[in-house]
């Protein structure tokens, strides 16, 4: 059976492709794992490094219902 992040990821690399992006960074990935996990996370990266995507596709990991944090 597929794991929600695989399906989410099989879904959005279309659309990733499209702005030239092939695969998630690993430790997008990463991150993206552990909040499969239920873990706390805090990301701090620097512009540019894909902190947005992360955020993004949080809650559909997750389910909904958590608070998430976005400060430039």
Same mark, same amino acid.
């Given at each position: 059976?597929?794991?929600? %992040?695989?399906? #989410?990821?099989?879904? /959005?690399? !279309?659309?990733?492709?499209? /702005?030239? #992006?092939?695969?998630?960074?690993?430790? *997008?990935?990463? +991150? %993206? @794992? %552990?909040?499969? +996990?239920? @873990?706390? %996370?805090? #990301?701090?990266? !620097?512009?540019? &490094? =894909? @902190? &947005?995507?992360?955020? *993004?596709? +949080? !809650?559909? #990991? *997750? =389910?909904?219902? @958590?608070?998430? +944090?976005?400060?430039?």
């Amino acid at each position: 059976m597929l794991d929600l %992040l695989t399906l #989410i990821m099989d879904f /959005l690399l !279309p659309y990733l492709r499209k /702005l030239n #992006i092939s695969e998630l960074k690993d430790y *997008q990935e990463e +991150a %993206l @794992k %552990l909040m499969k +996990a239920d @873990k706390d %996370l805090c #990301i701090v990266w !620097p512009t540019g &490094s =894909g @902190k &947005s995507l992360v955020y *993004q596709l +949080a !809650p559909f #990991i *997750q =389910g909904g219902g @958590k608070l998430f +944090a976005f400060i430039c």
